[in-house]
């Protein structure tokens, strides 16, 4: 940080300018993020699914995570990544985009989280296979198949979308399901289950045969099932995350990402800009 050209260099008086901002934020030191979503990721599954020999190579694991990330980014829910077998007991809701590989120690741990009153969202084509790639014998979708209330008969990759009965648009997969315990919150125009809901034990898992284009809808219900609220109300594209202290002290970091000015909790915070608010 300090140039060739020496201390009369615009770097440098910048890297002062910086240094003098962050200690002023020196009463934020020691405070934590508290996530109540986590966002499961398995590099195992990650790369078995990358493997050719797949239903199709359009269903990319890491792109569908992306995806999910966003959404949830979107309606200004801040999430953890976490693996499988990680103690989940802490969230209020786990999402699992894209798990076709997951071991029995991790399936049972999110059958746990539900059944002690959390909320779980499923992607499709998940719990597929062990951690030595073997598929996972008894009906699809395997390790999650009593957990989600379904039995999944078939898959079908789409060339083109399809439309749901509730309006929206699946694309990419689709699968032939029928339900045991879980009920249809959307079907396919042919009556297919698209989105179920089962009770399991004390909480709910909901499962997706399908990417529909939009999830906002589905993530605002699961967020509103679980209790997940955003840190705080913002506009559109401008980020907020809450650190709190353990003696209640918290402070709020909006970065706005956009191209105007936007107020968040009465304070205004410019654009590309990031403001930190006491609260």
């Not at 020196?26 to 599954?45: C, E, F, K, M, N």
Request: charge should be negative.
């Amino acid at each position: 940080m300090l140039p060739h050209a020496g201390t009369d260099t615009k770097i440098w008086r910048e890297t002062v300018a910086l240094g003098a901002e962050l200690k002023s934020l020196r009463d934020v030191s020691g405070s934590t993020v508290a996530a109540d979503v986590a966002i499961l990721l398995d590099h195992d599954s990650v790369w078995a699914q990358d493997h050719p020999a797949q239903p199709t190579d359009r269903l990319k694991p890491v792109e569908v995570i992306k995806e999910w990330h966003a959404a949830l980014w979107r309606a200004g829910i801040t999430c953890d990544i976490a693996r499988p077998e990680h103690d989940l007991s802490g969230y209020r809701l786990v999402v699992a985009p894209s798990l076709y590989l997951v071991s029995d120690e991790g399936a049972a741990n999110l059958e746990s989280f539900v059944a002690a009153g959390g909320v779980a969202l499923v992607g499709p084509y998940s719990g597929i296979v062990d951690p030595h790639d073997r598929v996972r014998l008894g009906g699809y979708p395997g390790a999650f198949r009593d957990l989600l209330g379904v039995s999944v008969e078939e898959f079908f990759p789409l060339a083109e979308p399809i439309a749901l009965a509730g309006g929206g648009v699946g694309r990419i997969w689709s699968e032939q399901a029928r339900l045991t315990t879980a009920k249809a919150l959307d079907t396919y125009r042919d009556g297919r289950p698209a989105w179920t809901r089962n009770e399991w034990g004390g909480g709910t898992a909901h499962y997706l045969t399908t990417l529909p284009a939009d999830l906002s809808p589905i993530m605002a219900r699961v967020c509103e099932e679980a209790g997940v609220t955003p840190a705080a109300q913002a506009p559109p594209g401008v980020e907020v995350v809450r650190r709190t202290h353990p003696d209640g002290r918290s402070y709020l970091f909006a970065i706005n990402h956009t191209d105007e000015d936007a107020v968040v909790e009465k304070a205004v915070v410019p654009a590309g800009a990031v403001t930190v608010i006491r609260t």
